[in-house]
């Protein structure tokens, strides 16, 4: 019996020693701007990365899930990532903000640590500083030219406006759309700024009612967008024109928000939605959130889906590397997904390739609508935008 | 003079000159230089991560003497001084990156682009006065963000990025980056406190609050009031443009964010909670402020993963801003001289103790 255990425990400690505690972080606005989002993402990362090693997805690996709030603040997010990769030997990194992902590029290209972003904005994998950065889905301007490319089938010569958040995030799409839109035969008659305070949008609406706008595309967050829906919906201008808008806009946060005034609204993502319960992504979304007892507001929103798809690239990645997961095999392991090596896990509509000169992760997207329920139901198949490639080619 | 230059009980000074002279006795010049000694070998000691904020409290401290300029020394209210240190930012990281001139010279162009561009903002203070010169300051905090977040040399309010900088042959890389910084923002800060404390033993600081206290009376004492105001804009924003360079570079690259108006209003609780019209308060207003925001960052985050607030109800978001609200409204109601009057105070104990009358 004493030999049994001596034995038992020589072995469970030898395991123990075998196993490699590697850390998965994540930096974001948990709390702060944009923190409705944020908290969702993180718990999604933090989940899937539980589950992980729950299930021991990486044999002889320990994942230490670590999410930080970085309270949508750039200094924070340096600081975060200082710690990450300078004290806790991060082999990748989870970002979120895209002031904070701009930031950190000549670091991460000094570092060479993969970093996966929640901003889709195509300038984080635009040339310098490119090597190491990546999306895990399509970028905000290719959202926006799909969603041109939907309003030119439907109307040729349709006149659109830009409503965009003032920031990076917001107004970096604008001169894709632009060249989109002249390619397209569109006319984009206004590029308004609007922010997270804009509390009656009347004299906005009404200027793009007067320039005869009647497709609004919105690059924002959900809050201004159901603002604005609410503000179209008094004026009875929800049937005159068309409201849309790229991945930040929609969701169930725009529905709870807006109201039965997000009716219509065109929403171009790249991710399965709750309510696709025949997905298995969205099964396992489902399986994993009610395993960590999180809330039905968290479990339904898409940034829930979007954390655990940066978490399983990542983890993914790792796998790939082998029995010792540093930058450079991270790096190997991203770089592999292609061909019949791409990744699905299915949270997204379709499979992540990345390459050494493709950064852009599950690159199809669709398109959909809001019904009278405030349910998005798709409109379109998952596609990739014809156009993106040629108004914005990548290097 | 005092009856020993080594310690003093009370004032004995008798001539201008002896008022006007940095330190009344050698106890306080050998306890700065024990300060400043202590303080270099801080890096040795301290976490990285702390370090970084050690570093950022030191930039912080730079803007905040400036700000005191302006508003604590001549009352000029200014609501735009992140604005500011965001010119003083983007200067640096043109001249740097366009004209690829070397730190030392890029971040002085940072201060002289933050110094012009706050002598012309200041010009409306000639003719405004309290509230309406702080609206005249915030409404040129949001031209600087709609400027810069249209103008494609300044990648419309995306990121520009800094290279990385060679002192004596050591590059700042990522591992010793907090480790360089500190001890070039170090010296910065002393020599840019010493050269205000020097300034306000001049005509030239002197009428500035003299200007403060009431500009008519000043005007009747022979002093130009719009000369001493746009004097306080001009010296403010160059100390806020040289904050900004240091920042610029010690984040690595230069994005709008870092300099909304959310840092102006930071800047203005760090110079209320520090003490206004004080350079010490300029110290210790960035250093309560940054450590409160740590603090209380932990807190929220803690407070967060509890589950105790029920689905929709952000306690943790409320926190942070509710915290800053409350120390600056405390500060205000009971101690308006901030926390340099408890640096004042502590002093004039130790002057007493012990047993000294």
């Not at chain 1, 990362?45 to 320990?62: F, H, R, S």
């Not at chain 1, 329920?373 to 596609?383: E, H, L, R, V």
């Not at chain 2, 970084?52 to 001084?81: H, K």
């Amino acid at each position: 019996m004493k030999k049994t255990l001596i034995l038992s425990a020589l072995v469970s400690l030898s395991f123990a020693a075998a196993q490699k505690t590697v850390t998965l972080p994540w930096s974001g606005a948990i709390t702060g701007p944009t923190s409705d989002a944020g908290a969702s993402y993180a718990a999604g990362v933090e989940d899937y990365c539980k589950y992980a090693n729950a299930q021991k997805m990486l044999p002889g690996v320990t994942l230490n899930c670590v999410t930080r709030d970085d309270q949508y603040n750039n200094a924070n997010t340096q600081r975060n990532f200082e710690d990450f990769v300078g004290n806790l030997n991060a082999p990748v990194f989870l970002g979120y903000a895209t002031g904070g992902a701009l930031q950190l590029k000549s670091v991460i290209q000094e570092t060479k640590i993969p970093t996966l972003t929640a901003s889709y904005h195509i300038g984080i994998i635009d040339a310098p500083d490119n090597t190491y950065t990546f999306l895990p889905v399509s970028s905000y301007s290719e959202n926006i030219v799909a969603l041109l490319e939907y309003i030119a089938k439907k109307e040729r010569g349709a006149k659109v406006a830009l409503i965009v958040n003032p920031s990076p995030f917001g107004r970096d799409p604008v001169v894709d759309a632009r060249k989109a839109a002249d390619r397209l035969g569109l006319k984009i008659t206004d590029v308004q700024e609007v922010g997270g305070n804009n509390l009656d949008n009347t004299a906005l609406l009404k200027r793009l009612e007067s320039q005869g706008a009647k497709y609004i595309i919105n690059q924002n967050t959900a809050g201004p967008v159901a603002n604005i829906l609410k503000d179209a919906k008094r004026l009875g201008l929800l049937g005159k024109m068309q409201f849309m808008g790229a991945h930040y806009t929609g969701g169930e946060d725009l529905t709870k928000l807006a109201g039965d005034a997000a009716k219509d609204f065109i929403w171009a993502t790249s991710y399965y939605l709750y309510d696709e319960g025949n997905q298995p992504g969205i099964q396992l979304v489902k399986k994993i959130g009610a395993q960590y007892k999180r809330g039905g507001d968290t479990i339904r929103s898409v940034h829930y889906t979007s954390g655990m798809l940066a978490a399983a690239i990542a983890i993914e990645a790792m796998k790939r590397a082998g029995n010792n997961p540093d930058a450079a095999g991270v790096y190997k392991g991203l770089i592999s997904m292609n061909g019949s090596k791409s990744f699905n896990p299915g949270f997204a509509v379709g499979p992540v390739t990345f390459s050494a000169k493709d950064h852009i992760g599950a690159e199809s997207l669709r398109l959909l609508q809001a019904d009278a329920t405030g349910n998005f139901k798709p409109i379109t198949g998952a596609q990739r935008s014809a156009l993106f490639q040629l108004v914005h080619p990548m290097k | 003079m005092p009856a020993s230059r080594f310690t003093q009980t009370g004032n004995y000074r008798t001539r201008y000159a002896q008022d006007q002279t940095i330190f009344a006795t050698y106890a306080e010049q050998l306890s700065l230089i024990v300060l400043i000694g202590l303080l270099l070998l801080l890096p040795l000691i301290l976490p990285k991560t702390m370090l970084r904020d050690v570093n950022m409290i030191m930039i912080y401290a730079v803007a905040v003497i400036g700000l005191n300029i302006t508003t604590g020394y001549t009352g000029l209210i200014n609501i735009g001084q992140a604005a500011f240190m965001g010119v003083g930012a983007y200067a640096t990281a043109l001249a740097a990156t366009r004209l690829n001139l070397p730190f030392f010279l890029a971040i002085p162009i940072g201060g002289i682009a933050g110094a012009l561009v706050g002598t012309f903002v200041g010009l409306p203070s000639l003719r405004l006065k309290y509230l309406y010169l702080a609206v005249a300051t915030l409404a040129f905090q949001i031209i600087f963000e709609w400027g810069v977040g249209h103008t494609p040399l300044l990648a419309q309010g995306g990121a520009i990025s800094l290279p990385p900088v060679q002192v004596f042959g050591v590059k700042a890389t990522f591992f010793n980056h907090n480790f360089v910084w500190y001890y070039l923002i170090l010296p910065v800060l002393v020599v840019m406190g010493l050269l205000w404390r020097n300034v306000l033993r001049t005509k030239h600081g002197r009428s500035l609050i003299a200007v403060r206290d009431n500009d008519r009376a000043a005007a009747a004492m022979g002093i130009n009031p719009g000369t001493a105001k746009i004097m306080a804009f001009m010296i403010g924003s160059f100390y806020a443009g040289i904050a900004g360079g240091l920042f610029a570079y010690f984040q690595k690259a230069v994005v709008i964010e870092d300099y909304g108006l959310h840092i102006s209003i930071q800047l203005l609780a760090m110079a209320i909670v520090g003490g206004l019209g004080s350079l010490p308060g300029s110290f210790l207003g960035p250093l309560f402020i940054v450590t409160l925001d740590r603090l209380v960052g932990n807190g929220s985050q803690w407070l967060g993963a509890q589950n105790l607030f029920p689905a929709g109800v952000d306690v943790a978001t409320a926190l942070r801003p509710l915290s800053f609200g409350l120390a600056i409204v405390l500060f205000l109601m009971f101690e308006p001289r901030g926390l340099a009057n408890w640096w004042r105070l502590s002093r004039l104990y130790f002057k007493k103790w012990p047993y000294k009358f």
